[in-house]
């Protein structure tokens, strides 16, 4: 066992060698039954602050993964932990119950009433973080999107290049106002993706509807009067559009989602300040059984 975990159950070893150190010569192997529940209270205790600490931990780091593997295996070990505290709160509210430690079992009451409130955040935080849609977004973002939108530029630079010598000046000003138009959208998807207000989500999305019809309207006049040749190129550029589009649009509704967000900021900003208040209830119970000797038990 290194140090720190020699200290961890140290109060535990105390009362207990108390106890034993109490009992009769004749009696040394076998140590007072009180004594030993209140040794096994120590070390319930001591063991609800390690799994708050292992609960809130793991919760924060499902809320910081990159991935939906890594978030749903840190979930699953903050739900582990919290199963264990409603384990041990019970065990040690039977031994306190036994005990006769009043102002014990008020402060596990305190506990179990803050961990109820910190359980309820937590689920929430949790749901949220293993949805990943923000991440997902940036990921089609950077993905699907920006290599379709690649494939519709390289379509309409073909297509320009069939263009006759007398259009040429015309069709190279409508290709570069519908790839200008398709690169404003992909710009307008990252502050999206990070947008925590939905009126700011809004706006955001009427500028990208504004340049994807930009986008159709300069597609539509190269198509006028095209050759055949050159509308071939022109159908695959309007396909890669229309993919774009509809892969924006995907792209919008994990965005609106806002999982990744929503999870962070009720992980910063109220979390803590729970958490903070379960563990100084635990604190009090651990001061308290600390005085408790052989004197203190029935």
């Not at 102002?103 to 009433?113: K, N």
């Not at 706006?203 to 006028?224: F, H, Q, V, W, Y």
């Not at 055949?228 to 965005?255: C, D, H, I, M, P």
Request: with cysteine; net charge neutral; glycine share 6%.
């Amino acid at each position: 066992m290194n140090t720190i975990a020699a200290l961890r159950f140290l109060p535990t070893i105390v009362a207990l060698s108390f106890g034993l150190g109490l009992a009769p010569s004749g009696c040394r192997n076998a140590p007072d039954p009180a004594f030993i529940q209140l040794a096994e209270a120590h070390r319930l205790a001591d063991d609800l602050r390690v799994q708050l600490a292992k609960a809130s931990n793991a919760s924060d780091r499902a809320v910081m993964a990159d991935t939906d593997g890594e978030s749903l295996a840190f979930a699953h070990d903050a739900e582990q932990a919290v199963a264990t505290i409603d384990k041990e709160s019970a065990a040690l509210s039977a031994r306190l119950q036994s005990l006769g430690y009043a102002l014990e079992r008020q402060a596990l009451q305190d506990f179990t009433d803050r961990f109820g409130a910190y359980r309820k955040l937590d689920h929430d935080v949790l749901t949220l973080a293993v949805e990943n849609t923000n991440l997902k977004a940036q990921r089609l973002s950077f993905g699907p999107v920006r290599e379709t939108a690649d494939r519709l530029r390289d379509a309409l630079h073909a297509a320009a290049q069939l263009a006759p010598p007398k259009d040429r000046c015309r069709v190279d000003g409508l290709v570069a106002r519908t790839e200008l138009a398709v690169r404003e959208i992909q710009i307008l998807q990252a502050p999206h993706i990070a947008e925590p207000d939905e009126a700011a989500m809004t706006k955001l999305e009427t500028e990208m509807a504004d340049r994807l019809g930009r986008a159709r309207g300069a597609l539509e006049n190269l198509a006028s009067g095209a050759t055949a040749e050159t509308k071939a190129q022109l159908g695959a550029a309007g396909a890669a559009l229309s993919r774009f589009e509809n892969l924006s649009a995907e792209l919008v509704t994990l965005s609106r989602r806002n999982s990744n967000v929503r999870s962070l900021a009720l992980a910063l900003r109220h979390a803590p300040q729970m958490v903070a208040a379960c563990d100084g209830s635990l604190a009090i119970l651990q001061e308290a059984l600390a005085k408790r000797g052989f004197s203190g038990t029935r």
